[in-house]
């Protein structure tokens, strides 16, 4: 089993920067791949970025593509999404999940096997 927690959401103004993290407990982590997902109000989940179990793979949504990264140290548990020029449109809660099942590309939400409980991103005009 993996818990997941997300932090680092917030309220920025369009054009800014954040970092999100997602720290993992239990045990093999690095066996995972990881993923960020959003849901903004009244739309379904929809994939963010993606990124293999040594991090060496990344994947992203075309709409984030060139402005967010994915990252993950194994040595901290823990995957990151960094967020630069950020819109109003990128607003969302975000949520981390985590697999078992390696592949690439922008991946369904049903793939993952554990969640996060979610961090609340708002880029203000």
């Known amino acids: 089993q993996v818990q997941l927690v997300e932090s680092g959401g917030g309220l920025v103004q369009a054009g800014g920067s954040l970092r999100l993290s997602c720290a993992a407990s239990g045990r093999l982590f690095s066996n995972y791949a990881m993923a960020w997902f959003r849901q903004a109000p009244g739309k379904e989940r929809e994939f963010v970025a993606g990124i293999g179990w040594s991090g060496g793979s990344t994947f992203y949504a075309d709409s984030v593509k060139g402005r967010f990264t994915m990252s993950r140290d194994n040595a901290k548990n823990t995957v990151y999404l960094q967020m630069n020029s950020l819109r109003p449109e990128d607003t969302a809660v975000y949520y981390c999940?985590?697999?078992?099942?390696?592949?690439?590309?922008?991946?369904?939400?049903?793939?993952?096997?554990?969640w996060g409980q979610g961090t609340q991103v708002k880029g203000e005009e």
């Open positions: 999940a985590a697999t078992t099942l390696q592949r690439g590309g922008p991946r369904p939400a049903n793939e993952f096997d554990y």
